[in-house]
Protein backbone atom coordinates (compact mmCIF):
# COMPACT_ATOMS: atom_id res chain seq x y z
CA UNK A 1 0.00 0.00 0.00
CA UNK A 2 1.11 3.50 -0.57
CA UNK A 3 2.18 5.72 2.29
CA UNK A 4 0.46 8.23 2.18
CA UNK A 5 -3.43 8.34 1.96
CA UNK A 6 -5.88 9.82 -0.69
CA UNK A 7 -6.83 13.24 -1.39
CA UNK A 8 -10.25 11.98 0.69
CA UNK A 9 -8.46 10.76 3.83
CA UNK A 10 -9.59 7.09 2.68
CA UNK A 11 -7.25 4.66 2.29
CA UNK A 12 -5.67 3.87 -1.12
CA UNK A 13 -6.84 0.73 -2.46
CA UNK A 14 -4.75 -1.91 -4.36
CA UNK A 15 -4.70 -0.25 -7.78
CA UNK A 16 -4.48 3.62 -7.08
CA UNK A 17 -0.96 5.35 -6.86
CA UNK A 18 -1.59 8.99 -5.82
CA UNK A 19 0.50 12.08 -7.28
CA UNK A 20 4.37 11.74 -5.49
CA UNK A 21 4.43 7.99 -4.88
CA UNK A 22 7.63 7.04 -5.59
CA UNK A 23 7.64 3.40 -7.81
CA UNK A 24 9.97 1.12 -9.85
CA UNK A 25 9.26 0.33 -13.67
CA UNK A 26 9.95 -3.45 -15.10
CA UNK A 27 10.06 -4.00 -19.07
CA UNK A 28 10.44 -6.94 -20.80
CA UNK A 29 11.08 -7.56 -24.34
CA UNK A 30 10.32 -10.83 -26.10
CA UNK A 31 12.83 -12.17 -29.23
CA UNK A 32 11.76 -11.04 -32.20
CA UNK A 33 9.03 -9.07 -30.75
CA UNK A 34 8.32 -5.98 -32.78
CA UNK A 35 7.99 -3.46 -29.70
CA UNK A 36 11.41 -2.45 -28.45
CA UNK A 37 12.60 -1.60 -24.80
CA UNK A 38 12.99 1.96 -25.93
CA UNK A 39 9.38 2.79 -27.37
CA UNK A 40 8.43 0.82 -23.62
CA UNK A 41 10.77 2.80 -21.80
CA UNK A 42 9.43 5.77 -23.12
CA UNK A 43 5.90 5.66 -22.77
CA UNK A 44 6.55 4.60 -19.44
CA UNK A 45 8.24 7.97 -18.51
CA UNK A 46 5.66 10.22 -20.33
CA UNK A 47 3.24 7.86 -17.89
CA UNK A 48 4.61 8.32 -14.58
CA UNK A 49 5.28 12.15 -15.58
CA UNK A 50 1.67 12.06 -16.30
CA UNK A 51 0.36 11.29 -12.90
CA UNK A 52 3.40 12.81 -10.90
CA UNK A 53 5.34 9.46 -10.30
CA UNK A 54 8.49 9.48 -9.10
CA UNK A 55 10.50 6.66 -10.97
CA UNK A 56 13.26 5.28 -8.31
CA UNK A 57 14.92 2.08 -10.48
CA UNK A 58 14.09 0.56 -13.66
CA UNK A 59 14.38 -3.20 -14.31
CA UNK A 60 15.00 -4.35 -17.69
CA UNK A 61 14.67 -8.39 -19.24
CA UNK A 62 15.40 -7.62 -22.87
CA UNK A 63 14.85 -10.81 -25.34
CA UNK A 64 13.46 -13.36 -22.32
CA UNK A 65 10.37 -14.89 -22.93
CA UNK A 66 7.74 -14.10 -20.20
CA UNK A 67 6.50 -17.88 -19.76
CA UNK A 68 10.20 -17.86 -18.28
CA UNK A 69 10.76 -17.72 -14.34
CA UNK A 70 14.03 -17.36 -14.04
CA UNK A 71 14.35 -14.01 -15.56
CA UNK A 72 17.62 -11.98 -14.10
CA UNK A 73 15.96 -8.63 -13.72
CA UNK A 74 12.70 -9.61 -12.30
CA UNK A 75 13.87 -12.12 -9.89
CA UNK A 76 16.16 -9.13 -8.62
CA UNK A 77 13.34 -6.97 -8.34
CA UNK A 78 11.15 -10.08 -6.26
CA UNK A 79 14.17 -10.04 -3.78
CA UNK A 80 14.45 -5.87 -3.40
CA UNK A 81 10.76 -6.00 -2.94
CA UNK A 82 11.11 -8.42 -0.08
CA UNK A 83 13.40 -6.02 2.04
CA UNK A 84 12.37 -4.09 4.98
CA UNK A 85 11.11 -1.24 5.01
CA UNK A 86 9.80 -1.01 1.33
CA UNK A 87 11.49 1.15 -0.63
CA UNK A 88 9.01 1.97 -3.01
CA UNK A 89 5.02 2.46 -3.64
CA UNK A 90 4.69 0.50 -6.35
CA UNK A 91 5.82 -1.11 -9.00
CA UNK A 92 4.78 -0.15 -12.80
CA UNK A 93 4.65 -2.35 -16.04
CA UNK A 94 3.75 -1.59 -19.60
CA UNK A 95 1.06 -4.48 -19.81
CA UNK A 96 0.66 -7.24 -16.95
CA UNK A 97 2.11 -9.32 -20.52
CA UNK A 98 4.86 -8.16 -19.95
CA UNK A 99 5.10 -8.70 -16.51
CA UNK A 100 4.56 -13.03 -16.54
CA UNK A 101 2.53 -14.80 -19.19
CA UNK A 102 2.14 -17.72 -16.92
CA UNK A 103 -1.02 -17.36 -15.23
CA UNK A 104 -0.38 -19.03 -11.73
CA UNK A 105 3.06 -17.38 -12.24
CA UNK A 106 1.47 -13.62 -12.63
CA UNK A 107 -0.90 -14.23 -9.98
CA UNK A 108 1.32 -16.02 -7.63
CA UNK A 109 3.39 -12.55 -8.00
CA UNK A 110 1.14 -9.94 -7.82
CA UNK A 111 0.14 -11.46 -4.86
CA UNK A 112 3.37 -11.54 -3.17
CA UNK A 113 3.64 -7.90 -3.76
CA UNK A 114 0.60 -6.77 -2.82
CA UNK A 115 0.67 -8.41 0.58
CA UNK A 116 4.34 -6.66 0.93
CA UNK A 117 2.00 -3.19 0.47
CA UNK A 118 3.32 -2.87 -3.34
CA UNK A 119 0.52 -1.17 -6.30
CA UNK A 120 1.10 -3.29 -9.28
CA UNK A 121 -0.55 -0.99 -12.10
CA UNK A 122 -0.32 -1.89 -16.01
CA UNK A 123 -0.16 1.08 -18.66
CA UNK A 124 -2.01 -0.69 -21.13
CA UNK A 125 -4.19 -2.84 -19.47
CA UNK A 126 -7.62 -0.70 -18.54
CA UNK A 127 -8.54 -2.03 -14.95
CA UNK A 128 -11.50 0.05 -13.08
CA UNK A 129 -10.47 1.15 -9.66
CA UNK A 130 -13.22 -0.94 -8.12
CA UNK A 131 -14.35 -4.20 -6.73
CA UNK A 132 -14.71 -5.76 -10.24
CA UNK A 133 -10.93 -5.29 -10.50
CA UNK A 134 -9.60 -8.39 -9.54
CA UNK A 135 -12.02 -10.11 -11.70
CA UNK A 136 -11.02 -8.23 -15.29
CA UNK A 137 -6.86 -8.91 -13.96
CA UNK A 138 -7.97 -12.68 -13.45
CA UNK A 139 -9.39 -12.68 -17.03
CA UNK A 140 -6.43 -11.16 -18.40
CA UNK A 141 -4.18 -13.39 -17.01
CA UNK A 142 -5.99 -15.86 -18.42
CA UNK A 143 -5.62 -14.39 -22.23
CA UNK A 144 -2.29 -13.52 -21.48
CA UNK A 145 -1.29 -17.50 -21.17
CA UNK A 146 -4.39 -18.23 -23.79
CA UNK A 147 -2.32 -16.08 -26.03
CA UNK A 148 1.13 -17.85 -25.54
CA UNK A 149 -0.53 -21.37 -25.94
CA UNK A 150 -2.34 -20.72 -28.93
CA UNK A 151 0.88 -18.93 -30.22
CA UNK A 152 2.69 -22.62 -29.57
CA UNK A 153 0.31 -24.56 -30.88
CA UNK A 154 0.33 -22.52 -34.08
CA UNK A 155 4.21 -22.20 -34.46
CA UNK A 156 4.35 -26.14 -33.77
CA UNK A 157 1.63 -26.51 -36.58
CA UNK A 158 3.88 -24.89 -39.28
CA UNK A 159 7.13 -26.34 -38.24
CA UNK A 160 5.11 -29.62 -38.21
CA UNK A 161 4.19 -29.27 -41.99
CA UNK A 162 7.52 -27.99 -43.03
CA UNK A 163 8.72 -31.37 -41.44
CA UNK A 164 5.81 -33.20 -44.11
CA UNK A 165 6.65 -31.46 -46.46
CA UNK A 166 10.81 -32.16 -46.30
CA UNK A 167 11.55 -28.99 -45.04
CA UNK A 168 14.24 -28.44 -42.35
CA UNK A 169 12.61 -25.82 -39.35
CA UNK A 170 14.92 -26.16 -36.72
CA UNK A 171 17.66 -23.97 -36.23
CA UNK A 172 21.56 -24.82 -37.70
CA UNK A 173 21.71 -27.65 -39.34
CA UNK A 174 23.90 -30.51 -38.11
CA UNK A 175 27.66 -31.49 -38.90
CA UNK A 176 27.83 -32.34 -42.21
CA UNK A 177 24.66 -30.79 -43.57
CA UNK A 178 24.11 -27.18 -44.86
CA UNK A 179 21.02 -25.46 -45.82
CA UNK A 180 19.80 -24.37 -49.18
CA UNK A 181 17.17 -22.11 -50.13
CA UNK A 182 13.72 -23.03 -51.78
CA UNK A 183 11.45 -21.05 -52.84
CA UNK A 184 7.67 -21.65 -51.97
CA UNK A 185 6.02 -18.94 -53.54
CA UNK A 186 5.36 -14.78 -52.82
CA UNK A 187 4.11 -13.76 -49.31
CA UNK A 188 1.18 -10.83 -49.27
CA UNK A 189 3.86 -8.56 -49.65
CA UNK A 190 5.36 -9.57 -52.38
CA UNK A 191 8.40 -10.89 -51.16
CA UNK A 192 9.19 -14.22 -51.37
CA UNK A 193 8.40 -17.11 -48.97
CA UNK A 194 11.49 -19.41 -48.52
CA UNK A 195 11.88 -22.77 -47.03
CA UNK A 196 15.37 -24.58 -46.03
CA UNK A 197 16.28 -27.93 -47.65
CA UNK A 198 19.08 -29.90 -46.52
CA UNK A 199 22.12 -31.02 -48.37
CA UNK A 200 25.11 -32.61 -47.79
CA UNK A 201 28.16 -29.97 -47.14
CA UNK A 202 30.95 -30.46 -49.74
CA UNK A 203 33.54 -29.65 -47.67
CA UNK A 204 32.94 -31.87 -44.58
CA UNK A 205 31.03 -35.01 -46.48
CA UNK A 206 34.29 -37.02 -46.17
CA UNK A 207 35.10 -36.86 -42.37
CA UNK A 208 31.48 -37.41 -41.39
CA UNK A 209 31.47 -40.51 -43.75
CA UNK A 210 34.49 -41.43 -41.90
CA UNK A 211 33.49 -41.51 -38.54
CA UNK A 212 30.78 -43.38 -39.60
CA UNK A 213 32.01 -45.72 -41.11
CA UNK A 214 34.82 -46.03 -38.42
CA UNK A 215 31.98 -46.45 -35.69
CA UNK A 216 30.06 -49.10 -38.22
CA UNK A 217 33.20 -51.02 -39.30
CA UNK A 218 35.19 -51.19 -36.09
CA UNK A 219 33.16 -49.97 -33.04
CA UNK A 220 36.12 -47.64 -32.70
CA UNK A 221 36.47 -45.35 -29.42
CA UNK A 222 35.59 -41.06 -29.63
CA UNK A 223 38.99 -40.53 -29.59
CA UNK A 224 39.59 -42.49 -32.19
CA UNK A 225 37.39 -40.91 -34.59
CA UNK A 226 37.92 -37.48 -32.50
CA UNK A 227 41.92 -37.74 -34.02
CA UNK A 228 40.88 -39.10 -37.63
CA UNK A 229 38.53 -36.42 -38.38
CA UNK A 230 38.38 -33.87 -35.66
CA UNK A 231 34.67 -33.11 -36.30
CA UNK A 232 34.10 -31.49 -33.26
CA UNK A 233 36.31 -29.68 -30.30
CA UNK A 234 35.00 -31.67 -27.52
CA UNK A 235 34.99 -35.31 -27.56
CA UNK A 236 31.20 -35.33 -25.55
CA UNK A 237 29.89 -34.07 -29.49
CA UNK A 238 30.37 -37.21 -30.71
CA UNK A 239 27.60 -38.95 -28.36
CA UNK A 240 24.99 -36.37 -29.77
CA UNK A 241 26.57 -36.94 -33.19
CA UNK A 242 25.82 -40.87 -33.33
CA UNK A 243 22.29 -40.59 -31.65
CA UNK A 244 21.13 -38.26 -34.27
CA UNK A 245 18.98 -40.23 -36.56
CA UNK A 246 18.97 -37.81 -39.01
CA UNK A 247 22.35 -39.23 -40.43
CA UNK A 248 20.00 -41.86 -41.42
CA UNK A 249 17.72 -39.58 -43.43
CA UNK A 250 14.94 -39.26 -40.67
CA UNK A 251 13.99 -36.87 -38.75
CA UNK A 252 12.51 -37.07 -34.91
CA UNK A 253 10.30 -34.90 -33.62
CA UNK A 254 8.26 -35.72 -30.65
CA UNK A 255 8.09 -39.65 -30.79
CA UNK A 256 7.16 -38.80 -34.95
CA UNK A 257 9.27 -39.40 -37.29
CA UNK A 258 9.69 -37.99 -40.88
CA UNK A 259 9.11 -38.19 -43.47
CA UNK A 260 5.66 -40.19 -42.28
CA UNK A 261 6.13 -43.19 -45.36
CA UNK A 262 10.11 -43.26 -43.77
CA UNK A 263 9.23 -47.09 -43.11
CA UNK A 264 8.37 -47.62 -47.37
CA UNK A 265 11.93 -46.26 -47.97
CA UNK A 266 11.75 -42.43 -48.25
CA UNK A 267 14.41 -39.94 -46.50
CA UNK A 268 14.22 -36.42 -45.17
CA UNK A 269 17.37 -35.85 -46.86
CA UNK A 270 20.58 -37.34 -48.27
CA UNK A 271 21.90 -39.84 -45.67
CA UNK A 272 25.15 -40.71 -44.61
CA UNK A 273 24.22 -44.49 -43.63
CA UNK A 274 21.19 -46.42 -44.18
CA UNK A 275 18.83 -46.80 -41.12
CA UNK A 276 19.99 -50.59 -40.61
CA UNK A 277 23.79 -49.43 -40.47
CA UNK A 278 22.50 -46.32 -37.89
CA UNK A 279 20.67 -49.20 -35.38
CA UNK A 280 24.48 -51.81 -36.13
CA UNK A 281 25.91 -48.32 -34.69
CA UNK A 282 23.84 -47.70 -31.68
CA UNK A 283 24.35 -51.65 -31.00
CA UNK A 284 28.00 -51.80 -31.22
CA UNK A 285 27.96 -48.72 -28.99
CA UNK A 286 26.03 -50.39 -26.35
CA UNK A 287 28.65 -53.18 -26.53
CA UNK A 288 31.15 -51.11 -25.97
CA UNK A 289 29.91 -50.49 -22.10
CA UNK A 290 31.33 -52.78 -19.74
CA UNK A 291 28.74 -54.66 -18.03
CA UNK A 292 29.65 -56.41 -14.76
CA UNK A 293 28.51 -59.80 -13.98
CA UNK A 294 27.33 -61.09 -10.45
CA UNK A 295 29.82 -63.73 -9.45
CA UNK A 296 27.06 -65.84 -8.23
CA UNK A 297 25.78 -66.19 -11.73
CA UNK A 298 29.35 -66.92 -12.92
CA UNK A 299 29.66 -69.68 -10.60
CA UNK A 300 25.86 -71.00 -11.18
CA UNK A 301 25.62 -74.44 -12.66
CA UNK A 302 22.38 -73.33 -14.52
CA UNK A 303 22.51 -73.03 -18.28
CA UNK A 304 19.72 -69.98 -18.58
CA UNK A 305 20.98 -67.98 -15.18
CA UNK A 306 20.71 -64.67 -15.44
CA UNK A 307 18.83 -64.41 -18.73
CA UNK A 308 15.58 -64.98 -17.41
CA UNK A 309 12.65 -62.74 -16.81
CA UNK A 310 9.99 -63.78 -15.23
CA UNK A 311 6.76 -62.20 -17.98
CA UNK A 312 3.79 -62.44 -15.53
CA UNK A 313 5.57 -59.93 -13.11
CA UNK A 314 6.71 -57.81 -15.87
CA UNK A 315 3.08 -57.24 -16.90
CA UNK A 316 2.50 -56.65 -13.41
CA UNK A 317 5.01 -53.99 -13.55
CA UNK A 318 7.40 -55.54 -11.31
CA UNK A 319 10.73 -56.90 -12.98
CA UNK A 320 11.78 -60.06 -11.37
CA UNK A 321 14.53 -62.61 -12.47
CA UNK A 322 13.97 -66.16 -12.82
CA UNK A 323 16.82 -68.17 -11.16
CA UNK A 324 17.51 -71.94 -10.76
CA UNK A 325 16.53 -73.76 -7.65
CA UNK A 326 16.83 -77.67 -6.36
CA UNK A 327 14.57 -79.80 -4.09
CA UNK A 328 15.45 -82.49 -1.80
CA UNK A 329 14.98 -85.31 -4.59
CA UNK A 330 17.83 -82.70 -6.25
CA UNK A 331 15.82 -82.28 -9.13
CA UNK A 332 16.45 -78.90 -10.53
CA UNK A 333 14.07 -75.92 -11.65
CA UNK A 334 13.36 -72.16 -12.44
CA UNK A 335 11.72 -70.35 -10.31
CA UNK A 336 10.49 -66.85 -10.11
CA UNK A 337 12.58 -64.22 -7.29
CA UNK A 338 9.13 -62.16 -7.09
CA UNK A 339 6.95 -65.18 -4.81
CA UNK A 340 9.46 -64.61 -1.64
CA UNK A 341 11.05 -61.28 -1.94
CA UNK A 342 8.16 -58.99 -3.08
CA UNK A 343 5.47 -58.53 0.16
CA UNK A 344 1.54 -58.79 -0.78
CA UNK A 345 2.11 -60.36 -4.84
CA UNK A 346 0.88 -62.96 -5.85
CA UNK A 347 3.01 -64.92 -9.23
CA UNK A 348 1.28 -67.07 -11.38
CA UNK A 349 4.40 -68.52 -12.57
CA UNK A 350 5.15 -72.32 -11.45
CA UNK A 351 8.34 -73.51 -10.74
CA UNK A 352 9.83 -74.78 -14.42
CA UNK A 353 11.94 -77.80 -14.45
CA UNK A 354 15.03 -77.00 -16.06
CA UNK A 355 15.16 -79.31 -18.94
CA UNK A 356 11.84 -77.91 -19.99
CA UNK A 357 13.41 -74.71 -20.47
CA UNK A 358 16.60 -75.72 -21.53
CA UNK A 359 15.65 -78.50 -24.13
CA UNK A 360 13.61 -76.54 -26.25
CA UNK A 361 16.26 -73.49 -26.70
CA UNK A 362 18.84 -75.48 -27.54
CA UNK A 363 17.11 -77.62 -30.00
CA UNK A 364 15.79 -73.92 -31.48
CA UNK A 365 19.66 -73.10 -31.99
CA UNK A 366 20.13 -76.06 -33.41
CA UNK A 367 18.12 -76.20 -35.50
CA UNK A 368 17.86 -72.45 -36.88
CA UNK A 369 20.77 -70.74 -35.67
CA UNK A 370 23.55 -73.67 -36.02
CA UNK A 371 23.10 -74.04 -39.98
CA UNK A 372 25.08 -74.28 -42.31
CA UNK A 373 23.94 -71.68 -44.03
CA UNK A 374 23.61 -69.20 -41.08
CA UNK A 375 27.71 -69.78 -40.27
CA UNK A 376 29.00 -69.32 -44.04
CA UNK A 377 26.83 -66.30 -43.60
CA UNK A 378 28.23 -65.04 -40.38
CA UNK A 379 31.92 -65.84 -41.98
CA UNK A 380 31.17 -64.02 -45.07
CA UNK A 381 30.02 -60.92 -42.75
CA UNK A 382 33.09 -61.22 -40.71
CA UNK A 383 35.58 -61.16 -44.06
CA UNK A 384 33.42 -58.20 -45.61
CA UNK A 385 33.95 -56.04 -42.25
CA UNK A 386 37.65 -56.77 -42.89
CA UNK A 387 37.77 -55.80 -45.74
CA UNK A 388 35.69 -52.45 -45.03
CA UNK A 389 38.25 -51.89 -42.82
CA UNK A 390 41.21 -51.89 -44.81
CA UNK A 391 39.30 -49.57 -47.11
CA UNK A 392 39.07 -47.44 -43.89
CA UNK A 393 42.53 -47.05 -42.68
CA UNK A 394 43.25 -46.38 -46.28
CA UNK A 395 40.98 -43.42 -46.07
CA UNK A 396 41.90 -42.26 -42.74
CA UNK A 397 45.78 -42.65 -44.17
CA UNK A 398 44.69 -39.83 -46.97
CA UNK A 399 42.81 -37.80 -44.83
CA UNK A 400 45.95 -37.36 -42.35
CA UNK A 401 48.45 -36.96 -44.93
CA UNK A 402 46.25 -34.00 -45.70
CA UNK A 403 46.55 -32.50 -42.71
CA UNK A 404 50.08 -32.86 -42.46
CA UNK A 405 50.91 -31.18 -45.75
CA UNK A 406 48.48 -27.84 -44.44
CA UNK A 407 50.30 -28.21 -40.81
CA UNK A 408 53.58 -28.39 -42.90
CA UNK A 409 52.85 -25.35 -45.71
CA UNK A 410 51.38 -22.92 -42.74
CA UNK A 411 54.47 -23.54 -41.12
CA UNK A 412 56.57 -22.79 -43.52
CA UNK A 413 54.40 -19.67 -44.43
CA UNK A 414 55.09 -18.39 -40.99
CA UNK A 415 58.43 -19.05 -41.01
CA UNK A 416 58.94 -17.10 -44.26
CA UNK A 417 57.43 -14.35 -42.44
CA UNK A 418 59.64 -14.62 -39.93
CA UNK A 419 62.53 -14.41 -42.19
CA UNK A 420 61.52 -11.09 -43.51
CA UNK A 421 60.07 -9.24 -40.17
CA UNK A 422 61.56 -10.38 -38.03
CA UNK A 423 60.72 -12.48 -34.83
CA UNK A 424 58.50 -11.04 -32.05
CA UNK A 425 56.88 -12.42 -29.32
CA UNK A 426 53.38 -12.88 -30.59
CA UNK A 427 55.25 -14.72 -34.28
CA UNK A 428 56.89 -17.06 -31.86
CA UNK A 429 53.97 -18.23 -30.17
CA UNK A 430 52.55 -18.60 -33.16
CA UNK A 431 55.33 -21.04 -34.44
CA UNK A 432 55.42 -22.70 -31.30
CA UNK A 433 51.58 -23.84 -31.73
CA UNK A 434 52.16 -24.27 -35.25
CA UNK A 435 55.25 -26.36 -34.86
CA UNK A 436 53.71 -28.61 -32.21
CA UNK A 437 50.92 -29.55 -34.71
CA UNK A 438 52.48 -30.09 -37.10
CA UNK A 439 54.68 -32.61 -35.44
CA UNK A 440 51.22 -34.69 -33.30
CA UNK A 441 50.02 -34.63 -37.12
CA UNK A 442 53.67 -36.10 -38.10
CA UNK A 443 53.24 -38.51 -35.50
CA UNK A 444 49.50 -39.65 -36.39
CA UNK A 445 50.01 -39.62 -39.58
CA UNK A 446 53.08 -42.31 -39.37
CA UNK A 447 51.01 -44.14 -36.81
CA UNK A 448 47.89 -44.58 -39.37
CA UNK A 449 50.63 -46.10 -41.89
CA UNK A 450 52.02 -48.68 -39.15
CA UNK A 451 48.09 -49.72 -39.14
CA UNK A 452 47.31 -49.74 -42.06
CA UNK A 453 50.14 -52.15 -43.23
CA UNK A 454 48.82 -54.35 -40.40
CA UNK A 455 45.14 -54.21 -41.70
CA UNK A 456 46.36 -55.96 -45.36
CA UNK A 457 48.01 -58.80 -43.21
CA UNK A 458 44.75 -60.13 -41.57
CA UNK A 459 43.88 -63.37 -43.22
CA UNK A 460 40.17 -63.71 -44.21
CA UNK A 461 38.64 -66.20 -41.93
CA UNK A 462 38.61 -69.86 -43.58
CA UNK A 463 36.59 -72.26 -41.91
CA UNK A 464 35.35 -75.45 -43.11
CA UNK A 465 31.65 -75.58 -42.15
CA UNK A 466 30.68 -79.07 -42.74
CA UNK A 467 33.40 -80.37 -40.72
CA UNK A 468 33.44 -78.00 -37.69
CA UNK A 469 29.86 -77.40 -37.31
CA UNK A 470 29.45 -81.07 -35.37
CA UNK A 471 32.25 -80.06 -33.40
CA UNK A 472 30.43 -77.05 -32.36
CA UNK A 473 27.30 -79.11 -31.45
CA UNK A 474 28.92 -81.12 -29.52
CA UNK A 475 30.46 -78.79 -27.25
CA UNK A 476 26.70 -76.79 -26.61
CA UNK A 477 25.29 -80.01 -26.05
CA UNK A 478 27.90 -81.18 -23.92
CA UNK A 479 31.04 -78.96 -22.95
CA UNK A 480 31.74 -77.55 -19.77
CA UNK A 481 28.81 -74.96 -18.31
CA UNK A 482 30.74 -72.04 -18.16
CA UNK A 483 32.05 -72.35 -21.90
CA UNK A 484 28.12 -73.72 -22.82
CA UNK A 485 26.74 -70.87 -21.39
CA UNK A 486 29.37 -67.67 -22.33
CA UNK A 487 28.23 -69.89 -26.11
CA UNK A 488 24.46 -69.71 -25.27
CA UNK A 489 24.95 -65.79 -24.20
CA UNK A 490 26.50 -65.24 -27.91
CA UNK A 491 22.53 -66.15 -29.63
CA UNK A 492 20.48 -65.25 -26.40
CA UNK A 493 19.60 -61.90 -25.13
CA UNK A 494 16.75 -62.79 -22.89
CA UNK A 495 13.94 -64.93 -22.10
CA UNK A 496 11.00 -64.07 -20.78
CA UNK A 497 8.56 -66.61 -18.78
CA UNK A 498 5.40 -67.52 -18.52
CA UNK A 499 2.97 -70.24 -17.75
CA UNK A 500 2.40 -71.46 -20.85
CA UNK A 501 5.78 -70.23 -23.16
CA UNK A 502 9.26 -68.21 -23.11
CA UNK A 503 9.82 -65.53 -25.21
CA UNK A 504 13.29 -65.62 -26.42
CA UNK A 505 14.75 -62.61 -27.75
CA UNK A 506 18.33 -63.35 -29.29
CA UNK A 507 21.12 -60.94 -30.18
CA UNK A 508 20.41 -60.89 -33.91
CA UNK A 509 17.89 -60.19 -36.44
CA UNK A 510 15.60 -63.28 -37.15
CA UNK A 511 13.78 -60.65 -39.60
CA UNK A 512 10.31 -61.45 -37.53
CA UNK A 513 10.49 -64.61 -36.96
CA UNK A 514 7.96 -67.10 -35.15
CA UNK A 515 7.82 -69.92 -33.90
CA UNK A 516 6.02 -72.35 -31.70
CA UNK A 517 8.19 -75.83 -29.98
CA UNK A 518 5.99 -77.97 -28.60
CA UNK A 519 8.09 -81.17 -26.29
CA UNK A 520 6.57 -84.12 -26.34
CA UNK A 521 6.28 -83.81 -22.29
CA UNK A 522 4.82 -80.83 -21.44
CA UNK A 523 2.58 -77.87 -22.56
CA UNK A 524 5.71 -75.60 -22.29
CA UNK A 525 5.66 -73.23 -25.41
CA UNK A 526 8.57 -71.52 -26.98
CA UNK A 527 8.19 -68.39 -29.14
CA UNK A 528 11.88 -66.42 -30.98
CA UNK A 529 11.42 -62.84 -31.60
CA UNK A 530 14.60 -61.26 -33.60
CA UNK A 531 16.26 -58.08 -32.03
CA UNK A 532 18.99 -56.50 -33.92
CA UNK A 533 22.75 -56.71 -32.63
CA UNK A 534 25.26 -56.63 -35.33
CA UNK A 535 28.55 -56.36 -33.61
CA UNK A 536 29.04 -58.95 -31.22
CA UNK A 537 32.00 -58.12 -29.71
CA UNK A 538 32.36 -56.93 -26.26
CA UNK A 539 34.82 -54.61 -23.99
Not at 463 to 479: F, K, M, T, Y
Not at 508 to 517: N, S, T
Amino acid sequence: MPRQKSHNNQPATQWELPPGSHVWVYLRHSPGDNQTIDSQASGMRDWCQENLWIIDRTFIDEAIEGSREDRPQFQQMMALSRQQPRSSDGIVIWSFSRFARDQLDSQFYKSDLRKRGFVVLSRTDEIPNNEVAPLIEAFLDWKNQRFLDDLSTDVKRGLTYLLEQGFWSAGYPPVGYQIEKVSLGLRRNGHPRLANKLIKDDAMEERVSLAWSMKLHQNASYSSIHEATQLFQRRQAYTQFFSNLLYAGIVEREGKRYPLDWQSGARFCEPYVTLEDFERVQQNRRNRVISVVAPRILSSTYLLTGKLICGVCADGGIHSTVVGGIDRHRYQYYRCCAKASVRHFICALPNIAAWKLEGPILQFIKDVVLTPDYLQAEIDRINSSLRDSQKDSDSQLRQAEVVVKDKKHRLETLVQLISRKGMTVILEQQYDELNKAWQEATLHFERLQVQSKQAYTVPSLQIDVERDLPLIIQALESGPIQERKAFLGYFVDHVMVYPDRAEVYFTFRLDALQIGLKDSESTQYLHSYGTENYGRQTQ
